[in-house]
């Protein structure tokens, strides 16, 4: 019991600096441990993920991009093809509010259609020619 006593008593013993010391021990020469960490506070954790997740961005991207490739250049064709018909669609509608052009329009587009079937419509001589004339325009465009 007497031992138990003498135990305690060394151990409530402090330091000057604030550490716990043995009675009659030196404490220039012991080991000193580092001081706890101070807890976090939830911003700098938050602050932490979004700062790993912006460092590991480019490569989720590099990953993603080298992945869906294929799939992500049609998506975007897809998209332009649908912009430039809403554009030209837009372009048009401006035309036909301007008064004369619109009638103006009809009438080169009817003049043109009557002209085309009497030219190739009509007999089967210029129906084979104009035939051909698809057929090397083809072999132009896909070789």
């Excluded at 997740?53 to 991009?65: G, I, V």
């Amino acid at each position: 019991m007497e031992a138990e006593q003498q135990q305690l008593e060394s151990i409530n013993t402090t330091s000057p600096q604030g550490l716990l010391a043995l009675e009659g021990a030196e404490t220039t020469n012991l080991p000193k441990l580092p001081p706890a960490p101070e807890p976090e506070s939830q911003w700098q954790q938050v602050s932490k993920q979004i700062a790993q997740f912006l460092e590991q961005l480019p490569d989720y991207l590099s990953r993603f991009f080298n992945k869906y490739s294929q799939s992500l250049i049609t998506v975007a064709l897809i998209l332009t093809a649908i912009v430039t018909v809403k554009v030209v669609l837009a372009v048009l509608d401006a035309i036909n509010d301007i008064p004369l052009l619109s009638p103006t329009f009809e009438l080169i587009g009817i003049g043109y259609a009557t002209w085309f079937s009497s030219r190739y419509l009509i007999r089967a001589s210029t129906r084979q020619e104009l035939a051909k004339e698809i057929q090397i325009l083809k072999e132009q465009i896909v070789g």
